[in-house]
């Protein structure tokens, strides 16, 4: 019961802090961090789809140093690739799981077992929150549903905020193009004439 009340109490911070933040990366820092605490596991990464590169882009973690996040581009195809097909992912032991993409590093980091939830907004993925164990670990339903749930809350706000963002940027340029003194020289006249 007690494992429950911390789950509702991380969902109630992770919610208030996107509700209270427009920037992306404040909400990926609060996901990690909040999942790392919640779930007392040893890490947590949330990574981003670079569509251009296939590679998972890290863009928050927690619990985890800096040797294991430096030790190479993740492959959205090579690195528990699966998650973005067919779901969440659990991986007990990952010294001799193939879908690891980099298992002598992970076993250097001390981690035993990795459960990989995907992020989806509109039907597509755009990444995947990881959790990481010290110790071999069946992750429960509960821990999966809550891991899932709070990676589609993350996903969820970091593209509204992507949205906000890209959003503003649209108003201020057109602010720019009403106005002929903030412009370019030579598009202000070209404006002028139009």
Known sequence: MEKRLINYQTML??????????????IC??????MKTALEVKGCALFLVNRRSEELELAAAFGLSRNYLNKGPVS????IAATFRDGPVAIAEVADDPRIQYPAEARKEGIASILSV???IHGNAIGALRIYTATPAEFTIDDVTFAQAIAQLAALAIDSSRLRLGLKNSIEILKTMRDPKKMPTGMAAATARA
Not at 76 to 79: G, H, R, V
Request: a negative charge; proline letters at 7%.
């Open 13 to 26: 911070k992770v919610t208030e802090a996107i509700t209270a933040t427009r920037d992306p990366e404040e």
């Open 29 to 34: 820092l609060v996901t990690v961090e909040s």
């Open 76 to 79: 959205a195809i090579k690195s």
């Open 118 to 120: 995907p992020m989806i």
